[in-house]
Each structure stands twice: as C-alpha cells, then as structure tokens.
C-alpha cells in the first residue's frame, strides 16, 4: 500500500511540475506578428472604488498599447457583473476610453461571465466571421486555456498577448489553470 501511495504521488508531482512548465511556457510566448483585427480582452476583478484591479488594468494597457501601436483595430471587451456590483465590460471600455482609445472600437460583451463564455460569444459579436484573426489579452497563465476554448468557439487564426503584471498569486493561478485546462478538453470533447 505504502508503494501505492508513493507512486501515485510521484505522478502527482510530475503531472504539476509538466503541467506548470506547459502552461507558463505557452502562456509566455508570443507570435511574432501579433497583428489582428480584434482583440479578446477577457475581464477580471473590479475593485470596490469602480476601477480595474491592477491585474484587469495590465490587460487593459497591453491592448491600449496594442491599439496604438496600429497592431489592432477593434477591442471586445468582456466580462459579466462581479461580486463587487460593477459590469466588468463596461469599467473596461470606460478605463480604455480614458487611455485615448476610440469609444467606436470598443465592443461591451456583458455576458461574457466565463471564459466559455466569452469565447462563444465572439461568433454573435463578430457574425460568425471565424476566419477573422483574433487576439487573446489576458495573464499568461490564462492564456492556453483561452485560446483552446476561442479555437473551440470556431476561429482559426488565434494568437494571444499576455498583460505585463506579474503577482505572488500567480503561483495559485497556475495550479488551478493545471486542473482547469484538461477539464475543459476533457467537457468539450
């Protein structure tokens, strides 16, 4: 029984260690060309003031940054109501509004209460033109479950962009994005 055990924590172990070397490794990566037509800003955190977390707000910024740069023309942002009582989709276009970006290129999802979800969405938004480039903005450890579940909604041409915002919590994150990801392969399969 005692060799059982230490077997099954040995692939335990393994699994965490492979899983989190995947998901940082992808989720770090970017395509050279990251130029796009729309970009997915997946919501986050609303703090209790009204304004982004600074996790919501690194996300923001890249795909402010992203626009400006001429890399994007249009941002989906997307989130649902928190628990702090904010429509996420909405303090978002507002926070990019602020960052100089056109209110005309921005596009509220305020259903958009998962990643699923969001990811389903963009056929609605977009009138099922899933040929379209799409990019990903979120933190890099969200990132290859993301981009699974946009290629899973039907778009082909996925590319991703990770928020400069690095935090102790990512650690959690991680974790729970190695338990997550095989999930929602092994849902939507």
Excluded: W
């Excluded at 990566?29 to 955190?45: C, Q, Y």
């Excluded at 690194?58 to 989906?76: E, N, T």
């Excluded at 778009?155 to 095989?182: C, G, H, W």
Aim: hydrophobic residues 40%; aromatic residues 10%; charged residues 25%.
């Amino acid at each position: 029984m005692k060799k059982i055990i230490i077997l099954s924590l040995k692939i335990f172990f393994a699994y965490i260690l492979i899983s989190c070397s995947y998901i940082i490794s992808t989720g770090l990566v970017e395509e050279e060309n990251l130029s796009s037509n729309t970009a997915l800003v997946l919501g986050n955190k609303v703090e209790l003031d009204g304004t982004p977390s600074n996790r919501l707000q690194a996300r923001l910024d890249r795909a402010a940054i992203l626009y400006k740069d001429g890399l994007i023309q249009k941002i989906i942002v997307s989130g649902g109501i928190g628990k702090e009582g904010f429509d996420e989709a909405k303090v978002m276009k507002n926070y990019l509004i602020k960052q100089g970006i056109n209110a005309d290129q921005i596009i509220e999802d305020n259903i958009g209460y998962t990643t699923e979800k969001s990811a389903n969405n963009l056929k609605d938004i977009l009138e099922s033109n899933t040929a379209e480039p799409i990019l990903i903005i979120s933190q890099y450890y969200h990132l290859p479950r993301s981009k699974y579940l946009v290629k899973k909604a039907g778009f082909q041409n996925v590319k991703t962009s990770y928020a400069r915002y690095f935090e102790i919590r990512d650690f959690y994150s991680i974790f729970r994005e190695t338990i997550a990801l095989p999930y929602v392969i092994i849902l939507n399969r």
